[in-house]
């Protein structure tokens, strides 16, 4: 069975322009949740969606954005790129969005912003 | 959302059992307590989880306090590719947010 996927594996922007990064999930699984790893500053979370909707964000300006697509796959979007958004962007899933159902990681998008 | 204290590195001779402790003394009763491990910025892995009875499978075991203060991760059979970075998160299931701290560093020495 598949595990998570995402992509691209990485990616190079200039500050002001936009990223987007892609996930999908393991079959089955209707929860997708995005978190950061930026260098030194640890896995912070960011975005979960379950069933199309947004259901939590984490503390990140609004250029942060994403959506869940009905075959639950999700992009990531971020706007107007500045130097400290590069990180790692892990994607996770998880069966449903109900209580504490485990994640499961994909490999992550590398974002350099120059 | 509890915190989770963890040492922030480990060592564990090739073989041994390794035991990551973990406290998380303000863990409320609807917290899970998570394992995860993260190999050279790779994406984390999971290895385990609890709420309150010990929890063991093909990777380790997970022993919880009664009390539920505090945890234990352990590799029965430590080897070279154990060596990673080793998160315990109390996971809040109404939020679903992971939150993870800085970890520890085990280092399985040959």
């Known amino acids: 069975e598949a595990g998570v996927t995402q992509s691209p594996t990485h990616l190079i922007k200039t500050r002001g322009q936009q990223a987007t990064l892609r996930c999908s999930p393991i079959?089955?699984?209707?929860?997708v949740y995005w978190y950061q790893q930026a260098l030194g500053l640890g896995l912070q979370f960011l975005l979960w969606?379950?069933?199309?909707?947004?259901?939590n964000r984490g503390n990140f300006p609004p250029r942060f954005s994403g959506r869940q697509f009905p075959n639950y796959s999700s992009e990531l979007n971020v706007n107007a790129l500045e130097l400290e958004d590069s990180a790692l962007y892990l994607c996770?899933?998880?069966?449903?969005?109900?209580?504490?159902?485990?994640?499961?990681f994909g490999p992550g998008t590398r974002l350099l912003v120059l | 959302d509890a915190k989770t204290t963890q040492p922030t590195s480990m060592d564990c001779a090739e073989g041994r059992a390794a035991n990551l402790p973990c406290n998380h003394s303000?863990?409320?009763?609807?917290?899970?307590v998570y394992w995860y491990r993260q190999i050279h910025s790779q994406g984390p892995q999971y290895i385990i989880h609890g709420l309150k009875n010990n929890e063991t499978n093909e990777m380790a075991s997970l022993i919880i306090t009664e009390d539920r203060k505090s945890s234990t991760l352990i590799l029965p059979h430590a080897t070279l590719r154990d060596t990673a970075v080793y998160y315990c998160i109390a996971l809040y299931g109404a939020t679903n947010k992971l939150i993870f701290g800085t970890g520890t560093l085990l280092a399985v020495q040959p």
């Open positions: 969606y379950d069933e199309g909707e947004e259901r």
């Open positions: 303000t863990i409320s009763g609807n917290e899970y």
């Open positions: 996770a899933s998880s069966l449903s969005g109900t209580g504490g159902e485990t994640q499961y």
């Open positions: 079959s089955g699984h209707t929860s």
